[in-house]
């Protein structure tokens, strides 16, 4: 892998923690601990390793997704933002629904859970397609 994967992939890992912390964090946060299964901030924090790890699974993945599946030539805007739906349809629907489906999470919960997370993807895909274009 050359160069442009290995920015858009550290790209990707920042523009999915930070919006993953805007979404979940901030706008969903108060909801989820409403909820009373979380684990409070000081104690979420212990496994911060973890969501890191899980942030450069998933920004390092995406790039090399993208990277072998460009097509040369095409609107790299249009591609970022056609490969931000597929991941959504192929992670976030799919994950949230499970969780909805064996957890006791209220469904309009799961209906924002799931439109974060589509912006989320969206964006990390233009971010991506951005940093590859050529």
Request: net charge positive.
């Amino acid at each position: 892998m050359g160069k442009k994967f290995w920015i858009s992939g550290i790209a990707a890992v920042i523009v999915t923690m930070v919006c993953g912390m805007l979404v979940h964090g901030v706008w969903l946060g108060a909801e989820y601990n409403a909820l009373g299964w979380m684990r409070t901030e000081e104690a979420q924090m212990g496994y911060m390793p973890y969501m890191i790890l899980a942030h450069v699974s998933l920004g390092f993945a995406a790039a090399w997704i993208y990277v072998k599946g460009m097509t040369a030539g095409a609107s790299w805007l249009g591609q970022g933002v056609r490969f931000g739906i597929a991941i959504t349809f192929l992670m976030s629907i799919p994950m949230f629904l499970i969780y909805y489906s064996i957890l006791p999470i209220p469904g309009m919960l799961v209906v924002k859970q799931i439109i974060g997370d589509a912006v989320c993807w969206i964006i990390a895909g233009i971010v991506i397609a951005f940093l590859n274009k050529e």
